[in-house]
């Protein structure tokens, strides 16, 4: 037996506030983004995937930067470099949106807590903290907190036992909470398609916080489940369905777009795209056999290559293949058309299909 | 790790165990465990013929594809069919239910050629 090593080991030099708890449940350590984080522990990924739907779990998502403004000028600054339009929420509200650059490709995807009117923390992906700083400035102040997500439907019962106050924050509401001492903030966000809450604890007592959650019942759940979980939902991926050369408008993300502000990083060239159209979009995939279809593979309708695969994976839920990709808009293919995908040689037969894949729309046929 | 005594190893982690003239092959404990949940098995046709090294199809788990090789050249005559609706099998039970196919043993003295228990868990250990 042999691994496709598809990627390079890379370095991995920053370890989690909770990496000895992970290491104490017994979780598989992975290299990501520059930290070591778990993959899994014991149950697996597809255990863990499934509890996520059915009951709930807890991630260690403190790889995720948070870059702190604070100030008067902050909402400018905000408001001219990002995609969303600030005036749509207010203090005590998340928002997530993009940093374009002036092609507007997707530097990174954001989540924006509104935690005090002048006070916003900003959480880019692992790898583009740096690059998010460079346009908005801010303090990095990703190592002196852990972030602890809690997803499911009974994530917010678990979590009263815990913290009730940030147990019942409301969706994509932003609010302060002590725990033991400790301020912490919680927020009604995730990336798992459940309902749940993310809360930022600092590093000394995030532990003890980890601890307490899981023994409330939630089971731990490493980066494993999160990727499947996370497309099963149709949520991009930075480095996947968003990166150089994609738009928002490609990604199918409009909505991302603050389209009545003034001016941000890539209008102009947005602008161009959503006058033309993009000329490809993201699409939903589904294989009727188990086999994962993979990133890389060549989407082929009638013969002809029209796209690529750029997230798949098997969906623990639909218990088949399912996918991203990007698909040649004019290949005129809509929901339901039969495609191949080419994986190492062989030829998947797939369908083009409505997303999110989880939960199954009602009354979908 | 669970490295069972009367199985012989090879150094990409397949086990074999031999019954007549025939070998079981499987992927070991440390295999199973080093890919994580496997979701899908693409077993060898029965009748195919395989050198030593050849492939004896692939395992894919949510995180990677690995290609299982032929531990011992010959024929394959049979395949589990339980692990195309249950691959999971190969998690829970890698030396058992996991097992992936039988292989009718081209020179059954080249079994001896494979590692023995000891060799392999100082390769796994290494």
């Known amino acids: 037996m042999a691994a496709d090593e598809t990627t390079a080991p890379e370095a991995a030099d920053r370890r989690s506030p909770l990496h000895e708890v992970h290491l104490a449940l017994g979780a598989k350590m992975v290299p990501f983004g520059g930290w070591e984080m778990p993959l899994s522990y014991p149950n697996g990924t597809v255990a863990e995937h499934r509890v996520c739907r059915s009951d709930a779990v807890a991630f260690d998502v403190s790889h995720l930067g948070t870059v702190r403004l604070e100030g008067s000028d902050a909402f400018d600054v905000l408001q001219g470099a990002l995609t969303n339009d600030l005036h749509r929420i207010g203090p005590g509200r998340a928002q997530y949106t993009h940093l374009l650059d002036e092609e507007a490709s997707v530097l990174d995807d954001i989540i924006i807590w509104w935690v005090a009117p002048e006070r916003f923390d900003v959480m880019p992906n692992a790898s583009n903290t740096s690059r998010v700083r460079a346009a908005i400035g801010g303090i990095d102040v990703t190592a002196e907190r852990a972030v602890i997500a809690v997803q499911g439907p009974r994530a917010r019962e678990r979590l009263a036992v815990v913290a009730p106050e940030a147990a019942a924050v409301g969706r994509f509401r932003v609010l302060e909470f002590d725990w033991k001492g400790a301020p912490c903030v919680a927020a009604g966000t995730g990336y798992t398609g459940e309902d749940g809450v993310e809360c930022a604890v600092p590093a000394e007592q995030a532990p003890a916080f980890f601890e307490a959650v899981v023994a409330a019942g939630a089971m731990p759940a490493g980066l494993g489940a999160r990727d499947t979980l996370r497309l099963e939902a149709a949520l991009p991926l930075h480095g996947h369905e968003l990166g150089p050369g994609i738009t928002p408008l490609q990604a199918g993300l409009g909505w991302v777009v603050g389209w009545d502000k003034s001016e941000f990083t890539g209008r102009a060239a947005l602008d161009a795209e959503r006058e033309t159209g993009p000329r490809r979009r993201l699409a939903g995939l589904v294989t009727e056999g188990r086999q994962p279809p993979r990133e890389g593979a060549v989407i082929l309708a009638d013969g002809q290559m029209v796209g690529t695969v750029t997230s798949g994976n098997f969906s623990p839920m639909l218990e088949c293949g399912i996918a991203l990709g990007f698909v040649d808009t004019e290949a005129g293919l809509t929901q339901g058309d039969s495609v191949a995908l080419e994986v190492r040689g062989r030829s998947l037969p797939a369908v083009i299909s409505p997303t999110p894949f989880w939960p199954p729309k009602k009354g979908a046929s | ?126």
């Open chain 2, 1 to 126: 790790m669970n490295i069972p005594e009367d199985l012989r190893y090879s150094s990409d982690h397949e086990w074999v165990r031999l019954e007549g003239t025939r070998v079981r092959v499987g992927i070991t404990d440390y295999a199973q465990d080093a890919l994580g949940d496997v979701v899908f098995v693409d077993l060898p046709a029965v009748g195919a013929e395989v050198s030593v090294g050849g492939s004896l199809g692939e395992v894919e788990s949510t995180k990677s594809v690995s290609e299982v090789y032929a531990p011992v050249a010959g024929v394959v005559v049979a395949v589990n069919p339980e692990l195309s609706g249950a691959p999971e099998q190969l998690n829970a039970d890698p030396y058992g239910d996991g097992w992936i196919c039988e292989i009718e043993v081209a020179d059954p003295g080249t079994i001896d050629t494979l590692l023995d228990p000891g060799a392999y868990r100082a390769l796994t250990e290494a």
